[in-house]
């Protein structure tokens, strides 16, 4: 009886390419090398490496990594289009930018994670902004550093500055305007409460204001062009705070109650200062730039100052 | 018979020589003051004490390059008022005595006027006088200076009237019994040979201190007013007899060997007047924050405490509402709730003027001495930064006090401010001391660009700079105020002159027409000269008053945060 040969027919790359992917589809967060040989048991690691290399070429698989090992992602078919017509290079680039998120990246931290040259980088960067697939948005920290993120994605706070700078600018009489308002209601609302005449307790209670009544009040005058959230508003109120102007208090709130954050809800009162403006400065020196250059019998000194003629004079 | 005054806060009645740290500023303004209360030689003597420590005679007189007599009568007048104080020298008793001089008490009379305005408003025309008589004085005995005192509230009365002694004695006990004013305490040892008594003083004679140098407050009859009753009434001085005679003359000897009391002096208690002016700026501050019935509150409380607590406490004594509800003045007519609840909101303010320290009889408070002054204190020094700098750059500093330590980047988030602007105010602030840089390396070699640099405002080394400020800028105006005189000494002089001529005029019944042409001696621009001159004498007078204050609340600050 002559031997069967079973002959081991070599399976089609197609046919383990399309199962991979198959086995991706089903799996979306990823399949790891061992799921791919469980499912396919016959087939040799070097054909599963080179159907990999193919599909990870064509631009169908995603590589990442994790803490046990490879793990191989079924790419978006969208944006598997996208990039149809660039080279390795540019897609490595794109990972990275679409990696950063909407922080945004810099072109050196570009260079750092994707190795390649600073005149690579340059063309490509400039490949895909005309592609319009990312964008160059300028960090409110550092005027000069550009930093690139995708094309659709909102810039972060901490690049844009929030909404207090408007292209990077910082609104001064923007804060400068919200500051007054904040605290001419807070004022009218204690003078409300001093004039009403009850108890002393109703009285100060009354005086207070909840940042979010404060939020409201804001938003209602319609001043700000920008939406402010609450915390833009608490960051005001702070600044009315240094001022010496308004004193906080924090007192705690069930959850749930208008303006309560974790179970905790922060006043707001408008108070007067304790003293008047100190005796020193009444006098010009106490004022005076040169304070600390005159001495009796210099060239400034308390009887040739001019300061003190003028004064004297008023 | 002599008195060494009583000590205050820099001891001065040590056996052992105590230099005082003086600043150029404090004995630049203490020449001006003693100049001007004292005279030139006075002066020198004076600053020199003060610049050099404890020395013995021989020494200030070689080194000063005065005569003898004069330096003893300089050093008469400096321990006649408690500015000087003598000792057995540094190689123990049998040395020759060595004086001192307390920069601290010469400053204090900058602040004379406060003392008599306070007094005239407590106790009327008549405390008025009584301190300012001592106050001139340095110390007097009770029967001087209620004499004195009914003279000349006798002399401002209208014709016919005349003050009684017992009025002014009244006026007096009161003084003491608020502690307003003390006994000097008196030496024991007899003096050996002494100079003689110069015409001004009651007989001062230099002694040797007692070994142990008790304070006034340890002699127990501290404020025992002596037993001798006082008969009679002021007497008007007429012009034309004793016009000429000094006070404490011939006739002032004669007087005090009639009343029993020779030997018990009398001196201003500065301490006290300290207490009640810390007391008015802590219930002005309660008032302008929370509303006028918590000042009175506090008002009470402190009222209650003012003679059981110590001036150097952080608390008074402990007061129960029970006791504050029963002493609250009888015109503020609130119910015992209503005190509850104004009492709570004083403790919860966040300036924390009242506190509260149990729970019986109502619930016990104490008024916080200490944190008054803090907050007192920060106040004045966020106003300073506030007038000089800008509303922005104080809005920093605020921050600054707050949050203590901050990176460049926080202060322009936490503050608003444009990072330029901020920058600018900071390293401005910084330039002046009022903000200082501390260093946070995070490597062995202190790089810079791996270091952290965090701004802080440190609030007692900036109060003591602001003291100096002051001192600088009070001796300022005195210096400007005797250069304005001495510009126009010439015209001074001139009206002088004519009111002399005017005065003698008058009283010897001349004609309109002559008056009216020696007032024509003075032109109309003279005239408007001397105007402008009296004006600007004082303007730079009340602001030395005013800037006075301040000095008061940063020097009050300092001293509380010394004993704590």
């Known amino acids: ?314 | 018979m002599h008195q060494p005054n009583p000590t205050s806060c820099n001891n001065i009645l040590s056996r052992k020589p105590c230099f005082a740290q003086m600043t150029a500023q404090e004995v630049r303004l203490c020449g001006l003051l003693l100049k001007e209360h004292f005279g030139e030689v006075v002066e020198k003597i004076g600053t020199h004490l003060l610049r050099g420590g404890a020395q013995n005679l021989r020494t200030i007189a070689n080194e000063t390059n005065t005569p003898l007599d004069l330096v003893k009568k300089s050093l008469c007048v400096l321990v006649q008022h408690g500015v000087c104080s003598f000792g057995s020298g540094r190689r123990g008793p049998g040395s020759p005595v060595e004086y001192q001089a307390n920069c601290e008490r010469v400053l204090r009379i900058l602040r004379y006027p406060r003392y008599i305005y306070s007094a005239k408003t407590l106790y009327g025309d008549t405390g008025e006088l009584i301190v300012e008589e001592v106050l001139q004085r340095g110390h007097m005995t009770m029967s001087n200076t209620v004499k004195t005192v009914a003279d000349r509230l006798t002399h401002n009365m209208e014709e016919g009237r005349s003050m009684e002694y017992s009025e002014v004695v009244s006026a007096f006990s009161k003084l003491v019994e608020t502690h307003f004013l003390q006994r000097c305490f008196t030496v024991d040892e007899a003096a050996p040979a002494a100079p003689s008594a110069t015409p001004l003083s009651h007989g001062t004679q230099a002694a040797p201190a007692s070994v142990a140098a008790p304070t006034a407050e340890s002699n127990p009859d501290c404020y025992k007013l002596p037993p001798v009753t006082l008969i009679g009434r002021g007497k008007r001085r007429r012009s034309s007899d004793d016009a000429e005679e000094p006070r404490g003359g011939k006739k002032a000897k004669m007087d005090s060997e009639s009343c029993g009391d020779e030997g018990i002096y009398w001196q201003m208690n500065f301490e006290r007047f300290h207490q009640h002016f810390r007391d008015q700026a802590i219930i002005s501050a309660v008032a302008s924050k929370l509303d006028q019935t918590s000042s009175e509150i506090v008002r009470t409380m402190l009222r209650m405490s003012e003679v059981t607590t110590t001036p150097t406490a952080a608390y008074t004594q402990p007061l129960s509402a029970n006791e504050i509800f029963r002493s609250l003045p009888p015109n503020y007519s609130i119910s015992r709730p209503i005190l509850d609840q104004y009492l709570s909101l004083l403790v919860d303010d966040p300036m924390e003027f009242v506190g509260r320290s149990g729970d019986s009889g109502g619930g016990i408070y104490v008024v916080n001495l200490h944190r008054a002054l803090v907050n007192l204190a920060r106040a004045t020094l966020e106003s300073v930064v506030q007038e000089r700098f800008g509303s922005r750059s104080a809005r920093i500093f605020r921050l600054l006090l707050r949050k203590r330590h901050l990176e460049q980047k926080q202060v322009e988030d936490f503050a608003m401010i444009p990072a330029k602007e901020a920058k600018d105010m900071l390293y401005t602030l910084l330039s002046e001391n009022l903000v200082h840089l501390q260093e946070i390396p995070k490597t062995p070699d202190h790089a810079p660009s791996r270091t952290f640099y965090l701004y802080t405002v440190n609030q007692l080394p900036t109060a003591r700079l602001l003291l100096q400020h002051c001192y600088k800028t009070v001796a300022n105006l005195i210096e400007r105020r005797l250069f304005e005189t001495k510009e126009n000494k010439r015209l001074l002089e001139k009206s002088q002159r004519i009111e002399a001529i005017l005065a003698s005029l008058q009283a010897s019944g001349a004609e309109p027409e002559q008056l009216t042409e020696v007032e024509e001696m003075i032109t109309a621009p003279e005239r408007q000269q001397l105007e402008a001159l009296r004006h600007h004498i004082n303007k730079l007078d009340s602001t030395e008053n005013q800037v006075d204050e301040t000095i008061f609340l940063l020097e009050s600050y300092i001293c509380s945060t010394k004993t704590k």
């Open chain 1, 1 to 314: 009886m002559a031997e069967v040969k079973v002959k081991q027919e070599s399976p089609d790359p197609v046919k383990i390419e399309n199962r991979i992917k198959e086995l991706c589809q089903q799996f979306p967060h990823g399949i790891t090398d061992q799921v791919i040989q469980n499912d396919m048991p016959l087939l040799e690691a070097q054909q599963r490496a080179m159907a990999i290399n193919r599909l990870l070429s064509l631009g169908q698989l995603d590589l990442l990594r994790n803490s046990s090992g490879l793990l191989y992602r079924m790419k978006d078919a969208q944006t598997a289009s996208k990039m149809k017509g660039s080279d390795n290079q540019e897609k490595l680039v794109y990972q990275v930018i679409e990696d950063a998120g909407n922080k945004g990246i810099w072109s050196r931290d570009i260079r750092y994670k994707s190795n390649l040259p600073l005149t690579e980088i340059n063309k490509i960067l400039k490949n895909l902004e005309s592609k319009k697939l990312i964008k160059a948005v300028k960090s409110v920290a550092a005027s000069k550093k550009k930093v690139y993120m995708l094309y659709n994605l909102q810039p972060d706070r901490s690049v844009t500055g929030g909404a207090w700078y408007s292209d990077q600018d910082f609104e001064s009489e923007f804060v400068e305007v919200l500051n007054q308002q904040c605290f001419k209601f807070l004022q009218s609302k204690a003078e409300v409460a001093r004039d009403s005449k009850q108890s002393p307790m109703v009285q100060r209670n009354s005086s207070f204001a909840t940042s979010h009544e404060v939020w409201k009040y804001i938003c209602e005058l319609g001043i700000s062009k920008v939406d402010l959230s609450m915390e833009d508003i608490e960051t005001i109120l702070n600044t009315l705070i240094y001022d010496g102007k308004v004193e906080m208090t924090i007192i705690a709130a069930k959850e749930g109650t208008v303006g309560s954050v974790d179970g905790q809800m922060k006043l707001y009162r408008g108070v007067n200062p304790i003293i008047q403006p100190t005796g020193l400065v009444k006098a010009p020196c106490g004022l005076c730039p040169v304070f600390d250059d005159c001495h009796e019998g210099g060239e400034i000194s308390p009887s040739n100052c001019v300061y003190i003629a003028e004064w004297l004079e008023f």
